[in-house]
């Protein structure tokens, strides 16, 4: 069992950055892949970034690009979100999910979900 915990989110004015940390428990966390969704008031749950478990591969939605970068610290027991040039487009709240079984892409391939973290872009 894995338990995810979200941080880091807030308001900013667009342009600005936010680091978003994802804290877990349990010691084969290190053993997951993991990933980042985000979900607008409205709007359905939508995948943002991913990671494997060695973080030698990354996966980006086409609209974060450029602008957000996935990491992930195993001795830590956590992933990271670092999201620059932050447009209005962007505000949701962000969930952290891990255990991927399938596609990064896909909301139903993560077994474990954090209860999310609400990021706020002023313009």
């Known amino acids: 069992q894995v338990h995810l915990v979200e941080s880091g989110g807030g308001l900013v004015q667009a342009g600005g950055s936010l680091r978003l940390s994802c804290a877990a428990s349990?010691?084969?966390?290190?053993?997951?892949?993991s990933g980042w969704f985000r979900q607008a008031p409205g709007k359905e749950r939508e995948f943002v970034a991913a990671?494997?478990?060695?973080?030698?591969?990354?996966y980006y939605a086409d609209s974060v690009k450029g602008r957000f970068t996935i990491s992930r610290d195993n001795a830590k027991n956590a992933v990271y979100l670092q999201m620059n040039s932050l447009k209005p487009e962007d505000m949701a709240v962000y969930y952290c999910?891990?255990?991927?079984?399938?596609?990064?892409?896909?909301?139903?391939?993560?077994?474990?979900w954090g209860q999310g973290t609400q990021v706020t872009v002023s313009s």
């Open positions: 999910a891990a255990d991927v079984s399938g596609s990064y892409y896909q909301v139903p391939a993560y077994r474990y």
């Open positions: 349990g010691r084969t966390f290190g053993t997951y892949a």
């Open positions: 990671i494997n478990r060695s973080a030698t591969r990354t």
